[in-house]
């Protein structure tokens, strides 16, 4: 019985990451949709960062709307969130390949 090369052992190691992985996988696909609709979300929010600062007029200083703040920062961390779970993928993937 002949000796598995590198690569066949590493894809028995996880067949299920493996199936998910498959660059001609339908996981792989959506997930290449999710990464689009993730960066055009991200381009729709950042300008929100723009209105949190506010302007109080009775004492003349500069405030921070926190809901604003709030609501910027855990919609821009989501969408960066995809980002990191892509930058994982494809590190898996170079692994894998090598």
Do not use: H
């Amino acid at each position: 019985m002949a000796p598995q090369s590198n690569s066949d052992a590493a894809k028995g190691k996880c067949p299920i990451l493996d199936k998910i992985l498959d660059p001609k996988g339908p996981f792989f696909q959506k997930w290449n949709m999710m990464l689009v609709v993730s960066c055009v979300l991200a381009v729709l929010l950042d300008p929100l960062f723009l209105y949190i600062p506010i302007l109080n007029d009775d004492m003349k200083c500069i405030g921070l709307d926190s809901n604003l703040k709030i609501a910027a920062v855990v919609l821009r961390s989501l969408t960066d969130l995809v980002y990191i779970v892509k930058i994982t993928f494809q590190i898996y993937e170079l692994q894998k390949c090598s």
